[in-house]
């Protein structure tokens, strides 16, 4: 589909708040709204410094929010902004995730991509839908968007943090299994019964949600296809133009656009992804190995 030029070129938003989310961690919520459904980008541009991708934290129609990690050039200096600072942003860009009404959802987030997650949940349970969210992070100071995910109906929250220091002591993919394993193993085609006639606790599992690092994307790819549950993934590749004319964001040996044909993608196309778990290039397309 045709992107509209007014979504191409920058538009500025001002500022309305700041939530100091953890030491490295901002969501900015900016005064008007991209249109933008769960799971799409925004490329984020300060003047004189840099743009760069941003997932869509939420858009209600009225804010629009970011939730970012200052790393680097681009988004420490980001992080210096104030309430009423204006920033440029372009899009919504991408792909989006998709479900139907009653479906009952994995959610698997690690990082910033707890945000995207989140407006995937608040938006999905208005249809109906009931999730599982599972939070990953490297220890419980680094947990993001909890509060507002245990304000949502039809969520329940799994935590996993690396170091133990709250939840499952390990990786929030060991979770996705455990989940799968009871959900999804003994269930009888069509409904909640398994094949000895005992009713499972929780209904079998439609669909896989996740967002966060690639190394965990790869496990939740391998999990999913292994239970035959469909997943979405959402993959980053370094993005340029945002909207599919530069081509940095291409992806061997299939050719897709992460910026048009993704970010999120659904696992039966990850799995023919050669590069996928493996490597991605930078902004001079010179490989690096995860
Ligand atoms: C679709 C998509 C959604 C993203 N969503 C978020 C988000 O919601 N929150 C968040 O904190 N980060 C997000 N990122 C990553 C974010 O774009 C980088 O952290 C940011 O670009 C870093 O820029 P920098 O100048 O501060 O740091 P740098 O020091 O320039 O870069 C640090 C690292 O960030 C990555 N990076 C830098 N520039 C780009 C670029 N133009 N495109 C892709 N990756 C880049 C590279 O891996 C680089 O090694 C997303 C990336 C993509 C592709
Ligand atoms: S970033 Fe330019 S084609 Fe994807």
Not at 251 to 267: Q, S
Request: with cysteine; net charge neutral; charged share 25%.
């Amino acid at each position: 589909m045709p992107i509209p030029l007014q979504s191409r070129l920058p538009k500025t938003f001002r500022i309305k708040a700041i939530k100091q989310e953890t030491e490295m961690v901002r969501t900015f919520t900016f005064d008007g709204s991209l249109g933008a459904k769960p799971g799409q980008f925004v490329m984020v541009w300060l003047p004189g410094v840099d743009e760069v991708p941003m997932s869509v934290a939420e858009d209600d129609g009225a804010v629009t929010k970011i939730t970012f990690f200052a790393v680097g050039g681009m988004t420490e200096e980001l992080a210096k902004s104030k309430v009423g600072d204006l920033v440029g942003l372009r899009g919504p860009f991408g792909t989006f995730y998709e479900w139907k009404p009653g479906e009952h959802i994995v959610l698997v987030a690690g990082g910033y991509g707890a945000a995207p997650m989140y407006f995937v949940a608040k938006e999905s349970v208005e249809h109906g839908c009931t999730m599982e969210v599972i939070v990953g992070a490297r220890g419980k100071e680094h947990l993001l968007y909890l509060e507002e995910l245990e304000s949502l109906p039809h969520v329940s929250l799994h935590v996993a943090t690396n170091d133990g220091s709250v939840g499952h002591k390990g990786f929030n993919t060991e979770v996705l299994e455990k989940l799968l394993e009871a959900c999804n193993s003994s269930v009888g085609k069509g409904g909640k019964v398994s094949k000895g006639g005992k009713k499972n606790e929780i209904d079998p599992i439609t669909s896989v949600f996740a967002c966060g690092p690639e190394m965990m994307l790869k496990r939740v790819s391998e999990i999913t296809a292994q239970y035959k549950v469909p997943s979405q993934l959402s993959l980053e590749r370094y993005m340029k133009c945002g909207y599919g004319l530069c081509g940095n964001c291409v992806v061997d040996p299939l050719g897709i656009r992460l910026c048009t044909e993704g970010p999120v993608v659904k696992n039966d196309q990850c799995v023919k992804i050669e590069e996928f778990g493996k490597y991605h290039r930078d902004a001079l397309g010179k490989k690096h190995e995860f």
